[in-house]
């Protein structure tokens, strides 16, 4: 009689594989940058007279404390364009990019809280979210081209939240393990 022998032990290959590698990527990619997109106005204007916005947060060292320190500063409401006290911003997305750009998680803002995005699970949904958030940004180009600036700003704003979905696929893994954590909801 032959017993067949079943190895519950991986291969160091595909150890190596799946979680040494990755990790050491994921390394190479530090620190984090953090960014704020939202509508910058002057105090007493309509918000239609505001313009688009990047404002630089921060660096951290993981995706953890990179997110942590996000949500503090959205929270607090402390995220500011520059040194002009009558300039203000209206935040809109928090975006976490390693330091090639690579988009690690973002979030929506809403009611001075952090709505981390779900990331997308493949290559074909994201040719899917990219086509979608394409055809928002051309009709934003047209609004744009007819003078409604507030509609185009809306249109870019919602491409925007559809990008949010667009992280890198060496990150995917990551923000999905994150956003399972009870402390990331």
Do not use: N
Not at 17 to 40: D, E
Not at 98 to 107: E, F, P, R, T, W
């Amino acid at each position: 009689m032959t017993i067949a022998r079943q190895s519950r032990v991986a291969p160091i290959g595909a150890i190596l594989a799946r979680h040494v590698l990755p990790t050491l990527q994921r390394a190479q990619k530090l620190p984090l940058r953090i960014s704020c997109i939202g509508t910058a106005y002057y105090e007493g204007m309509d918000d239609a007279d505001g313009f688009d916005q990047i404002v630089a947060i921060g660096e951290c060292p993981s995706p953890e404390d990179a997110m942590s320190l996000a949500s503090r500063r959205v929270a607090a409401g402390d995220i500011r364009v520059g040194t002009d006290e009558m300039l203000r911003l209206r935040p809109r997305i928090i975006v976490i990019q390693d330091s090639d750009q690579g988009l690690v998680i973002a979030g929506m803002i809403r009611a001075g809280i952090v709505l981390w995005q779900q990331p997308v699970a493949s290559d074909a949904e994201a040719r899917r979210v990219v086509t979608e958030a394409s055809k928002l940004r051309g009709a934003a180009f047209t609004a744009s081209g007819r003078g409604e600036h507030a509609s185009a700003r809306e249109h870019r704003y919602r491409a925007s939240q559809l990008e949010a979905r667009l992280v890198d696929a060496l990150w995917r893994e990551t923000a999905a393990e994150l956003l399972r954590m009870p402390l990331a909801a």
